[in-house]
């Protein structure tokens, strides 16, 4: 039924670039905010982004806005995540959310669905 499958994670240098791709299927992808939260090891899950489901304004956790881009493609059922100048404080698995509802939230518990995650290192 509901699967959101994330993808692009890996080992990375810092400094690098990476884009995570999140696939759907399921649910009316359309209608759904999407959103990518992380989650470090020892620390909560913190959201990355949030995108409602037209692409408008995107909300982007302050301290990341310069260095991330949330965007979607409907048609595709995908959400992405660009991330440039990686750091090591970055190193946490990465999570695409999904929520029901028209307003953009940046809590957890706001979401209906949610991928298994993917990795993302940076060494120093």
């Known amino acids: 039924q509901v699967h959101l499958q994330e993808s692009g994670g890996g080992l990375v240098q810092a400094g690098a670039s990476l884009r995570l791709s999140c696939v759907t299927s399921?649910?009316?992808?359309?209608?759904?905010?999407m959103a990518w939260f992380r989650q470090a090891p020892g620390k909560d899950r913190e959201y990355v982004a949030v995108?409602?489901?037209?692409?408008?304004?995107?909300v982007y956790r302050p301290s990341l806005k310069d260095r991330v881009t949330i965007s979607r493609d409907n048609a595709a059922g995908t959400v992405y995540l660009q991330m440039n100048n990686l750091e090591p404080d970055d190193t946490a698995v990465y999570f695409c959310?999904?929520?029901?509802?028209?307003?953009?939230?940046?809590?957890?518990?706001?979401?209906?669905?949610w991928g298994q995650g993917t990795q993302v290192t940076v060494s120093s």
């Open positions: 399921g649910f009316t992808f359309s209608q759904y905010v």
């Open positions: 995108l409602g489901g037209r692409g408008g304004d995107a």
């Open positions: 959310a999904a929520r029901n509802h028209i307003v953009k939230v940046t809590y957890a518990s706001g979401y209906d669905y």
